[in-house]
């Protein structure tokens, strides 16, 4: 497995956000994470990220134990993720928002940086390269140079996408990549997500509430409700679930 967590529980005072939410992922797969909206969806995101410490639950990622690890330190092994509320380095251009990720790698220390020293050169150089091939894959190139503000909200996607990649993952997370697209938009989207996966060698696992989408892209899927899980399949188990159909329609609406 790439990653596995078990038991993951985050509880705030009164509320408990997600409820022992188990996850396996496999190389290679596109897994999606879906539910109504205040599931839990999100939590479970920061929790494998550790944006939140989670209250109980194991996270192995690559063979090695992350629990409470730092988000710096879980992202440098190769767990990188977008948001659900774009989180762009607005007055940069979209070349440098890039070339920001990247930089996590980076080995020069402080007088390399200072005195241009030949090893800060050379790894600004391949980080400016390894930048602009990615805005090539996500079809953002001609615009390296504008402020990443002044971008459309499609492209301000495909910008977070671009930047979650300069970390090098092996485990990609998005956090309703198609959200304010339109059906084209989707689409193109759902090509470029199955290439990145096949050029990259990635693993995928995604939040989205467009479900056409993640019926047509997603191999296996699982479902959150009130931070609990209730289904876990394919897209067509999921697709004809009574609980599923129960957590999104409603009870009367199921026994229509």
Request: hydrophobic letters at 40%; glycine letters at 8%.
């Amino acid at each position: 497995m790439i990653l596995e967590a078990i038991n993951l529980t985050k509880r705030y005072k009164g509320l408990t956000a997600v409820d022992s939410f188990c996850l396996k992922i496999e190389p290679g797969i596109i897994r999606g994470l879906i539910g109504p909206n205040g599931a839990g969806k999100t939590t479970v995101f920061n929790l494998l990220t550790s944006l939140v410490q989670m209250t109980e639950g194991q996270i192995t990622f690559l063979g090695q134990d992350i629990t409470g690890k730092r988000p710096d330190e879980v992202a440098k092994l190769g767990l990188s993720r977008t948001f659900q509320n774009i989180r762009l380095f607005k007055k940069l251009t979209v070349l440098e928002n890039v070339m920001v990720a990247a930089q996590i790698h980076k080995k020069y220390g402080f007088f390399s940086t200072v005195f241009g020293l030949p090893q800060f050169l050379r790894e600004e150089r391949a980080i400016k390269e390894t930048s602009e091939h990615l805005l090539e894959v996500v079809g953002l190139a001609h615009l390296r140079d504008q402020q990443a503000k002044n971008l459309p909200y499609g492209d301000q996607r495909r910008l977070e996408i671009a930047r979650a990649l300069a970390v090098s993952p092996k485990l990609l997370l998005l956090d309703e990549p198609a959200a304010g697209m339109n059906p084209q938009e989707s689409i193109e989207l759902s090509e470029m997500i199955r290439e990145i996966r096949q050029q990259f060698n990635l693993s995928i696992l995604l939040i989205e509430h467009d479900m056409p989408f993640v019926m047509d892209l997603c191999e296996k899927i699982q479902v959150l409700n009130y931070g609990k899980l209730i289904a876990e399949g394919t897209p067509e188990e999921i697709r004809t679930n009574p609980d599923v159909i129960k957590a999104y329609l409603g009870r009367a609406a199921s026994h229509a």
